[in-house]
């Protein structure tokens, strides 16, 4: 069989940049999405008219994103070029790139097909084992054929297209497997006559793909984390539980934040306020860095083994744990294998003995003596002297780092998952020598990665389960608080997302609308309150798991860092505010219904006109309609069904059948959740006595 990823190499073009700074610069170089935002991986050079800085870069087809970085410290967009905002209040260089057989327009019957666009990679997601089904991917330029078959044992089998961009579009077909006989299949893509043969080797080739079933290993993600909320706490800021452990300048509770101020957040503030999170449905906590570290962030830990002071200490934490337990809570604790604190035991110990110290080759030590200063002399994320980056390819230093799960797991059985710092920076190799000891540790360990793009080549089984969801942010972002697009495109685009992983990745990805890495989405919606409702309805309904970042839940504001990390707003957490209701609301209805929970995805759909956006989940006989009014008029609302009797979840209003149709009105700002009734009820969210039941008041704010 040939490989076919070495069929894929040319999916890239060399482009040129060229940038004349204001000023004389001493050094310029190239950031952007093509090589993560490394602002020292790509230098310029000075041309010969002694202004203007120049240099060639192999960039993807489609879209990417960039700046200029002048002196190692000033990032410039590019004057010449479209400028993008990033979501966060950063604007971004834009420059897109298009295969050379993309110069004419795609024509479905024209007969001609794009080589370039055909791939079929034997790989996650294209091809998947998951539920019984084997699913097959083949990827098409946009538009440019009139439908795609899939060839297997004799019979044909129809492609659906799965979701499309300006650039390709992706058909897919799902057959069950036994995982015991070889399978093996080719395409036909129809675009005019009788169709054109795609298998091993190309457009044209008749010779079938085959999958061996000995050798084919499926992906296996865990279950469990999908099944209710997970909960961001940012350590210093949730809540403050006891003096003893503060430092000496912590700031009032409702202090403003600075980039290095601290407000005594500690784990015995989050033990005591378990009761409130239990009334939340929580079922998993997501802490940022616990270790000791000089910063507040704790990003750059001095020990990975050592709880920060004020935090507590690692007995606290081990309480907490168990406190957390007690309530079937489990932790997913934050990790930045990537770099250390200059106070690092190993780093240290360069910096005090030199090149005669052991650990020299545990950093990228560029020139002796290391000391922590501007241009440091060391590799250092993002160019930060405070962040020496660690080479975790040498076996002392990623051997380490491998102990340092374990030794948490020793102190909290709890411990479920892993949030990884910086993700795409690190190098494969470790993230699969990661996922063996993790899973070996436990099947069940949930490895969650930081990336803000595309996570495909992470997410193919040997490395990540899961990746923030910075793509279903952005989406919701732009359509809900900026209100750019229409509920059509809005549509496409999360179906999109849910389609560029395999379908067991995209049930377990990390479903966010804020982070400490970003402003908050009220302050972004501009206090809008029924759009932030909107988003929550789609995080806590669309397939993942619905991630809240502390206080988003009570309405709570924030710009950009350090403003999005304020001290929690306990004064909100009343059951007389709306928003805290109808979070508690949402998390009620998610616990009530499995399809919701762990159910497939369908019949996704947006109206331009009507500003209606719908979506289906299903799960044996469990099913779930989502309907959300995004318009600016009452809507009413149709969609097949076969129960006798339906409930919107959210309101309690009972919708009858009729012509296996149920049919109801919707206003502008409203959601609804559509459950057959007399459904049983599985994974009930856990009630606290503290907690009093509420009922949800729907808003009728026009959005």
């Not at 083994?305 to 744990?321: H, I, R, S, Y």
Request: glycine share 8%; charged share 20%.
């Amino acid at each position: 069989m040939i490989p076919m990823l070495a069929l894929y190499q040319a999916d890239t073009r060399l482009e040129s940049f060229r940038f004349e700074p204001s000023t004389p610069a001493r050094t310029v170089h190239i950031a952007g999405s093509f090589n993560n935002w490394n602002k020292d991986a790509t230098p310029m050079k000075l041309d010969t008219d002694g202004r203007t800085w120049s240099v060639s870069v192999r960039l993807p087809y489609g879209r990417s994103f960039y700046k200029f970085v002048v002196n190692g410290e000033m990032w410039l967009t590019d004057p010449k070029a479209t400028a993008i905002d990033d979501g966060n209040g950063n604007q971004n260089s834009l420059r897109s790139v298009t295969p050379a057989d993309y110069a004419t327009p795609a024509k479905p019957n024209d007969g001609i097909v794009a080589r370039s666009a055909l791939r079929h990679d034997q790989q996650v997601p294209e091809l998947n084992y998951d539920r019984g089904q084997l699913s097959v991917q083949l990827r098409v330029r946009s538009g440019d054929v009139s439908g795609v078959q899939l060839i297997s044992a004799g019979k044909t089998h129809a492609m659906k297209q799965l979701a499309t961009d300006e650039l390709y579009a992706h058909y897919g077909a799902s057959i069950p497997w036994d995982r015991k006989s070889d399978f093996t299949y080719r395409f036909r893509l129809q675009s005019g006559g009788k169709g054109t043969m795609f298998g091993d080797g190309g457009l044209g080739v008749v010779k079938p793909f085959r999958l061996e079933a000995k050798s084919f290993r499926p992906f296996i993600v865990p279950q469990q984390i999908s099944r209710g909320p997970m909960y961001q706490i940012f350590p210093d800021r949730f809540a403050n539980g006891s003096k003893a452990n503060d430092p000496a300048n912590v700031m009032p509770w409702d202090g403003v934040p600075t980039y290095g101020n601290r407000f005594g957040g500690d784990a015995i503030g989050v033990a005591q306020n378990l009761g409130y999170l239990a009334s939340l449905g929580v079922q998993t906590i997501y802490f940022n860095p616990i270790f000791a570290s000089p910063s507040n962030h704790r990003y750059e830990a001095d020990s990975f083994k050592l709880v920060d002071p004020e935090f507590g200490t690692n007995a606290d934490f081990a309480d907490m744990a168990k406190a957390m337990a007690n309530r079937k809570m489990g932790i997913v604790m934050d990790f930045a294998f990537n770099h250390t604190s200059p106070r690092f035991f190993a780093f240290k110990d360069i910096m005090e003995r030199g090149e005669a110290s052991p650990y020299t080759k545990w950093y990228f030590i560029k020139r002796y003596p290391v000391v922590v200063q501007d241009n440091p002399p060391y590799e250092a994320w993002f160019g930060f002297p405070s962040m020496p980056k660690v080479d975790l390819m040498y076996a002392p230093a990623k051997e380490h780092m491998l102990s340092i799960v374990p030794f948490w797991r020793s102190l909290a059985p709890n411990l479920v998952g892993a949030r990884l710092d910086v993700a795409n920076e690190v190098d494969m190799r470790f993230w699969r020598a990661f996922r063996k000891s993790t899973k070996t540790m436990d099947p069940n360990f949930w490895i969650l990665g930081e990336h803000w793009g595309d996570g495909d080549p992470w997410l193919k089984g040997d490395q990540w389960d899961s990746m923030m969801g910075y793509q279903f942010r952005e989406a919701c972002l732009q359509y809900f608080a900026y209100g750019n697009g229409s509920a059509d495109t809005f549509a496409q685009r999360l179906n999109s997302i849910y389609n560029s992983y395999a379908p067991q990745v995209s049930r377990n990805l990390m479903l966010l609308i804020s982070s400490h890495d970003t402003a908050r989405f009220l302050t972004l919606a501009k206090g809008d309150q029924t759009k932030q409702m909107l988003a929550a309805t789609v995080q806590f309904t669309w397939p993942g798991v619905p991630s809240i970042y502390y206080g988003e839940e009570l309405g709570m504001e924030g710009d950009r860092d350090p403003d999005n990390r304020r001290g929690m707003r306990w004064d909100l957490a009343s059951d007389d505010n709306p928003m805290l209701r109808y979070y508690r609301k949402l998390a009620k209805v998610r616990a009530s219904n499995p399809a919701l929970q762990e159910g497939e995805l369908s019949d996704v759909s947006g109206s331009q006109t009507t500003g209606l956006v719908r979506y289906r989940r299903t799960l044996g006989k469990n099913q779930a309609w989502v309907v959300l009014n995004t318009g600016k008029k009452p809507q009413t609302v149709t969609l097949p069904a076969r129960s006798l009797r339906w409930q919107d979840a959210l309101s309690g209003v009972a919708v009858t059948l009729q012509d296996n149709t149920i049919s109801f009105l919707l206003n502008p700002g409203q959601s609804a959740v559509l459950l057959p009734t007399g459904q049983k009820a599985h994974h009930s969210v856990r009630s606290d006595p503290s907690a009093s039941a509420q009922t949800i008041r729907h808003s009728h704010a026009t959005f």
